[in-house]
């Protein structure tokens, strides 16, 4: 059931972003491209999809996004500073309007007290005529690892349609 919503997001996304003539980007962690596979999975993606990265580790996240060495170690990579500095980054490189940044502990491992398996933060950026907005949002979600990097896709598609596309 969890696929099916997950396309049929990805296929109102691009039908929006088409219409507003907009492109994405995404900067995954702990779903691994699971996003970017949703998003171009849908025929003619190539017209409102630019690129992806996948920055599992903190030296990508600095590398390719330019997350802040002292922004990981101080916060960490589960952290709403790291997937603000991770939306800013991918849309600063890519030749995109909007960007989603993920980042979590999918599990079965990893967890804190703090920060519990299923713990996940989003970053979204956008364009604006002052330059780069970025807003964050966290969530817990249930579940074994690939439900929990599920939900984190779906919920990344969700917002985008809801909250960050103007309609």
């Not at 491209?33 to 999809?49: C, P, R, T």
């Not at 599920?150 to 917002?159: N, P, R, V």
């Amino acid at each position: 059931m969890d696929e099916k919503i997950l396309t049929q997001f990805s296929i109102e996304l691009g039908m929006k972003l088409r219409q507003q003539k907009l492109w994405v980007t995404c900067a995954e962690s702990c779903t691994g491209g699971w996003l970017a596979k949703a998003i171009s999975d849908i025929a003619g993606s190539s017209a409102y999809f630019d690129r992806s990265f996948v920055t599992y580790s903190n030296k990508a996240k600095h590398q390719m996004l330019g997350v802040s060495e002292t922004t990981l170690q101080q916060y960490g990579s589960v952290s709403e500073q790291v997937v603000k500095e991770m939306a800013a980054g991918a849309l600063k490189v890519a030749q995109a309007d909007l960007a989603v940044s993920i980042s979590g502990i999918a599990g079965p491992d990893g967890g804190s007290e703090e920060k519990p398996v299923g713990t996940v933060w989003f970053g979204f950026a956008y364009r604006t005529v002052n330059g780069i907005e970025v807003v964050s949002r966290h969530c817990c979600f249930n579940g074994d690892r690939n439900e929990v990097r599920l939900q984190s896709a779906i919920y990344s598609l969700k917002t985008l349609l809801s909250e960050i596309i103007k309609n």
